[in-house]
């Protein structure tokens, strides 16, 4: 089964997608000045609305 991602920016979370449309789409937000984070699938489940933490890493 082929793993599927979501986008999550300050303002929704995008329906699941493949890796490298997820790439792209942040590619795009990016240009757009659009902060966006790739999540898993099972991973945007659990985030709640208004509980998003952004990665310390980025």
């Known amino acids: 089964m082929e793993k ?3 986008i999550r920016t300050d303002a ?3 329906e ?3 890796r490298e449309e997820a790439i792209q789409q942040v590619k795009n937000y990016d240009q757009q000045g659009i ?3 790739i999540v898993s699938e099972e ?3 659990r ?3 208004g509980e998003f933490q952004t990665p310390k890493w980025s």
């Open 16 to 18: 699941p997608m493949s």
């Open 47 to 49: 985030i709640k609305p």
């Open 4 to 6: 599927r991602y979501v």
């Open 35 to 37: 902060s966006a984070y």
């Open 43 to 45: 991973e945007s489940k």
């Open 12 to 14: 929704f979370i995008s």
